[in-house]
């Protein structure tokens, strides 16, 4: 008789001898996607981006619109495109992340992919820290953030067997040191989506009773690393590139 955990043990053996799909230690910059919604188009903007070393999103001067503006920034190995995740693509994302506003309440920011959903592993402005949607396992750390303060977040994607479910997909979250512990993917894919993109996202819903209402997000040291094997230490820091912040400001940003 076949034992199912020996036939387990085989095949995550063999993923970790085996080639990666694609090595995201190939990732070297973001791609600004500003104003993804944008509710609010007459608000004051300002992106500024010095991959890996920092990431500023601040909007401010909101004036009237509707429910909120989100800001995206994907990673991307060529400058031109958005790198793609396959299924089989294991990562080891870590960053340290700072979200403050005028009125804490409607600010978010944190990880984001997209693909049929949207994975997102997030900090809230009402102080909730969780990660939900798409094919991402849902779990929360509940109300622990204190916005104005920087904190560590991490994610750790472990490739399972693929779509014949024989070893699922593992993600494991950590907040802060703190670990979720390796959460199985239970979507037809049995992981991520092959052609998922991502980075990191800021999303504003304004109080429009509040004329100084801001948003502001500060990402900082990110770090991005194939998972070691047997351990979900040891992460490699992306040579920084001196000289080359850019600021963006949108072009109906007020002076």
């Given amino acids: 008789m076949i034992d199912i955990r ?93 979200l403050d506003g005028g009125t804490e309440d409607g600010k978010e920011a944190g990880f984001y992919f997209d693909k049929f959903g949207e994975p997102r592993f997030i900090i809230k402005g009402n102080g909730e820290v969780a990660a939900f949607d798409g094919a991402f396992p849902f779990f929360s750390f509940g109300f622990v953030y204190v916005p104005g303060s920087t904190v560590t977040m991490r994610m750790v994607y472990t490739p399972g067997s693929g779509g014949d479910f024989v070893v699922p997909a593992t993600i494991e979250y950590f907040y802060e040191g703190v670990g979720s512990g390796p959460i199985a993917f239970g979507n037809l894919e049995n992981g991520m989506i092959d052609g998922t993109v991502g980075g990191f996202y800021a999303q504003f819903a304004p109080d429009d009773g509040n004329p100084d209402d801001f948003g502001s997000v500060e990402i900082r040291d990110v770090r991005i690393a194939v998972p070691t094997p047997g351990t979900a230490i040891g992460l490699s820091l992306l040579g920084l590139r001196a000289g080359r912040r850019r600021r963006f400001r949108t072009p109906s940003a007020r002076a």
């Fill in 6 to 98: 020996e036939v387990a043990t085989f095949l995550m053996a063999g993923w970790l001898t085996a080639p990666a799909v694609a090595d995201v230690t190939e990732i070297n910059d973001v791609l600004i996607d500003a104003r993804n919604f944008d509710d609010y188009p007459d608000s004051t903007l300002v992106i500024e981006e010095d991959f890996p070393s920092l990431i500023r999103v601040e909007e401010s001067a909101f004036g009237s619109g509707g429910f909120a503006n989100r800001h995206r920034l994907f990673y991307t190995s060529d400058a031109l495109s958005r790198y793609q995740f396959d299924n089989q693509t294991a990562f080891d994302i870590s960053m340290r992340i700072r």
